[in-house]
């Protein structure tokens, strides 16, 4: 082995079991309380639930991300996994997978007209921050499966009270999907093998009842109907039916197989033969972008491919226009960041989320990046040219690792300026997503012969 990769083979190894500690801070935080002075209350994370950052954050400057997500937790709980299978985890990981099995479940009791009626909480609110209170006539519709619509929850299994974008449609297929990986891979005692089930029926339920309605997409900023959900949709549904298919659930796994063959004859509709890549959405008016912002080219539908590793030749990283899709979302970032602009030949250019991105720093994302790394290795799986596209991810983990301080902490961004991180501290989904590119590259390094 040269020495420039046995250098990097020593540094994801380090770094990996720094991401793999920094993550399960976020899972179960039962130790960390959160106030919220202007909302008027405190809250006090319950197992199973998982925070997107357990930093204690107020927007000054960093965001206040200590919410449970439904896609960033089954993104985290996807990696709790992988460790686990790895060996790098111990019995603690099926812990952690029960536990967020139960406050998954926990959650569908939550209903929003109590909180209307419990008129009490609105008192203590303090008048600077009434702005930015949900509406009554929207929490009087959160109940029921709509619980799952609602992008995040708070920790202690309690509803959001402040004003966000929903509904959003990811969160479901996305989870069940994780959940299903976990019952392939494993076996389950009784009383969890029940839970499980009553979850992955809910999600999978909700996900055929909804997956045509618009949502807001996996930024939470346009509503419309988004490559990326309707790709984890349609292989939550597939994986759904395999499974269904176990159960002897024939009929309802043929249903749900049928609506999975019609999104993703939806989806070959988002390839765009001039521009020469998948288009991210479609909003309500047909266009794929608002506000002056052309969101088509969208890291979204890379992510979508790694998350729902989907087995076919469309729509997953064998897909050819997929990968024409990764060279133009290449080529946009390498022109648009100034830090890629300095980049030396051996580093692939760092990637963000679409042109024109504003939120905070508009720059790179480590997610983003390691997404496109764990893209190649995927794809090396599948391609008789494996060493080509090792090499191109490495390329990409070379990027991360030189904007990866020697502590190893990922936030959310880097800095497409200086390289400075920013945004979110200690983003779980960063450490998530280094853990899986990881495990996809122990999976292919040396086929390449």
Known sequence: MARGAQDLEQWLEREYRRAAEAMLVS???????????GFGHTIHAVKGSIVASPVLADWNPEPDYFFHWFRDSAVVIDAVRLL??????????????????????????????????TMAWRENVAADFIRFLRRDDELDAVHGEAIVAETRVNPDGTLDISSWTRPQHDGAPLRALSVLRWVRSHSLDSDL????????????????AHWREP??????????LHYYTLCVSAAALREGAAWLDGVDQSALARSYRAE?????????????????????????????SAKGVAKDLDIAVILAAIHALADGSTH?????????????????????????????AHRAPAMGRYAGDVYFSGGAYYFSTLGAAEFCFLAAAHNEEASAW???????????????????????????????????????WSYAAFISCVVARRAVVGIGG
Not at 105 to 117: F, N, P, T, W
Not at 326 to 344: G, T
């Open 193 to 208: 093998r029940a839970l499980v089930s009553r979850l992955v029926r809910s999600d999978l339920a909700f996900t055929f």
């Open 27 to 37: 899972v179960s935080p039962v130790g960390i309380v959160k106030t919220r002075p």
């Open 215 to 224: 949502s807001f997409d996996i930024w939470e900023e346009e509503s419309g």
């Open 316 to 344: 997953s990283v064998r897909d050819p226009r997929m990968q024409a899709t990764l060279q133009r979302l290449e080529s946009l970032f390498d022109a648009a960041y100034p830090i890629n602009q300095v980049r030396p």
């Open 390 to 428: 090792i090499a191109r991810g490495d390329a990409f983990l070379a990027t991360v690792r030189a904007y990866t301080p020697e502590n190893g902490e990922l936030s959310e961004q880097f800095d497409q300026r200086t390289g400075e991180q920013t945004s979110a501290r200690h983003l779980a």
């Open 260 to 288: 999975a063959d019609i999104i993703y004859r939806i989806l070959d509709g988002y390839w765009l033969p001039g521009e020469g890549h998948y288009r991210s959405r479609v909003l309500a008016s047909g266009a794929g």
């Open 84 to 117: 686990f299978e790895a060996g790098d985890l111990d019995a603690q990981a099926l812990e952690h997978f029960a536990d967020f099995v139960r406050f998954s479940l926990s959650l569908q009791d939550l209903d929003g007209r109590k909180v209307i009626a």
